[in-house]
């Protein structure tokens, strides 16, 4: 399974942007996915998961009431709406993928086998 993330970009504090996931090498049916992230100088951490078949979602509380994560399983993509970006959501941005059709949430960095290169997001204030 290969994962390339794009989308990420300059953007003002307050602005909006989206980014994909677009797997290559087989669907994403039956894959779980998750949206992680890498601050200057801090650990990656979870921003958002998403069950294969988009019923059951995650997301970290700084990022609640302002990210969407979704899938297009048709479309063998995934994505993460970032509305209301603050400095702080400053990172580079990785997807990643792992087999699993239950109805599991992935959340944790080491859940994932599969991990598409960063895309990075600068927002200033």
């Known amino acids: 399974v290969q994962l390339q993330a794009s989308g990420g970009g300059l953007v003002q504090a307050g602005g909006s942007l989206r980014l994909s996931c677009a797997v290559s090498?087989?669907?994403?049916?039956?894959?779980?996915m998750g949206w992680f992230r890498r601050a200057p100088g801090k650990e990656r951490e979870t921003v958002a998961a998403?069950?294969?078949?988009?019923?059951?979602?995650y997301y970290a509380d700084s990022v609640k009431g302002r990210f969407t994560i979704s899938r297009d399983n048709a479309k063998t993509t995934g994505y993460l709406q970032m509305n209301s970006l603050k400095p702080e959501d400053t990172a580079v941005y990785y997807c990643?993928?792992?087999?699993?059709?239950?109805?599991?949430?992935?959340?944790?960095?080491?859940?994932?086998?599969?991990w598409g290169r960063g895309t990075e997001v600068t927002v200033s204030s």
């Open positions: 990643a993928a792992d087999q699993d059709h239950s109805s599991n949430v992935r959340v944790g960095v080491s859940d994932y086998d599969y």
């Open positions: 090498g087989r669907t994403l049916r039956n894959y779980v």
């Open positions: 998403i069950s294969w078949s988009g019923g059951g979602t």
